[in-house]
C-alpha cells in the first residue's frame, strides 16, 4: 500500500490550498487518517485528523480555517486550508491506519509530504 500526497505549493497570505492523499494497494480498510506538519528544527505535529465515523480533530491554531475531509470510496483523504498565514508553512505529510490485505494487523503508513509555502 501507497500513499500520494499531492497540492502543496506557494501561495500569499490569506490564500487557499487543497491537499489531497490517495492510497493505493491491497486495502481492506482504512481507518484514522490525517495531515502533519513538519518544519524545520521542529517535531512533527498534527494538523488535523479524521476517524472512520468522521469525527475530526484539528490543531488550535488551524480550527476554523481547515478543513479535513475523506472520500471512501476513493480511498482519498483531503485538506482545505483557507485564510493561510506564514506560520502555515511547512511539509505536509498525510499518514493513515489501514488494514492491508493479507495482513493480521493495522499498520500506519506516511505519505512522502507536500511543500506548503505562504508568503506574507
Known amino acids: 500500500v501507497q500513499l500520494q500526497a499531492s497540492g502543496g505549493g506557494l501561495v500569499q497570505a490569506g490564500g487557499s490550498l487543497r491537499l489531497s492523499c490517495a492510497a493505493s494497494g491491497d486495502i481492506f480498510s482504512i481507518n484514522a487518517v490525517g495531515w502533519y506538519r513538519q518544519v524545520p528544527g521542529k517535531e512533527r505535529e498534527l494538523v488535523a485528523g479524521?476517524?472512520?465515523?468522521?469525527?475530526?480533530n484539528y490543531l488550535d491554531s488551524v480550527k476554523g480555517r481547515f478543513t479535513i475531509s475523506r472520500d471512501n470510496a476513493k480511498n482519498t483523504w483531503y485538506l482545505q486550508m483557507n485564510s493561510l498565514k506564514p506560520e502555515d508553512t511547512g511539509v505536509y505529510y498525510c499518514?493513515?491506519?489501514?488494514?492491508?490485505?493479507?495482513?493480521?494487523?493495522?499498520?500506519?503508513?506516511w505519505g512522502q509530504g507536500t511543500l506548503v509555502t505562504v508568503s506574507s
Open positions: 499518514n493513515a491506519v489501514i488494514f492491508q490485505i493479507g495482513r493480521s494487523a493495522v499498520e500506519t503508513l
Open positions: 479524521i476517524n472512520s465515523v468522521a469525527e475530526r
